[in-house]
């Protein structure tokens, strides 16, 4: 019923870190060019702004569906209160934060365990040394 609402928190929150770890990242940057410091060579790792932003794409990517899918079938409607359940009565809301906590936690917990695996594997990646990247490129 509403299960797509924890991803949907937790992309909001995380793209909220996201945009403030990047405005950091800027700054900092800024900072170091400016006392004529220049990088020797073009930056390559990735910043983890940006890989922030990696987990808010999938999750409101997820959400978006999902939200579709739920206005599809006539669970969620344009008007308030949004959600069929809360006007069924008590036993439908509870049923519907039973689901939240279930489903919902369910999905924002996979997606960030895949966004783990796909950072673990950026960063193994990364770490291994241009000759190596080049033989896998030939």
Do not use: N
Not at 51 to 77: N, Q, S, T, Y
Not at 85 to 105: H, Q
């Amino acid at each position: 019923m509403a299960c797509f609402a924890v991803p949907g928190t937790e992309a909001i929150v995380v793209t909220a870190a996201a945009l403030l770890l990047r405005r950091y990242e800027q700054k900092k940057m800024e900072v170091r060019l400016g006392a004529g410091s220049a990088p020797a060579e073009p930056q390559k790792k990735t910043g983890f702004a940006r890989k922030l932003f990696w987990l808010a794409d999938l999750l409101w990517g997820g959400v978006i569906l999902l939200a579709f899918e739920h206005l599809w079938h006539g669970e969620v409607v344009p008007f308030f209160p949004f959600l069929t359940a809360a006007t069924e009565g008590p036993e439908a809301v509870a049923e519907m934060l039973g689901e939240m906590a279930s489903v919902g936690v369910t999905m924002a917990v996979l997606v960030t365990a895949v966004w783990v695996g796909m950072v673990l594997i950026s960063a193994a990646m990364e770490k291994r040394p241009d000759a190596e990247k080049a033989e896998v490129k030939a």
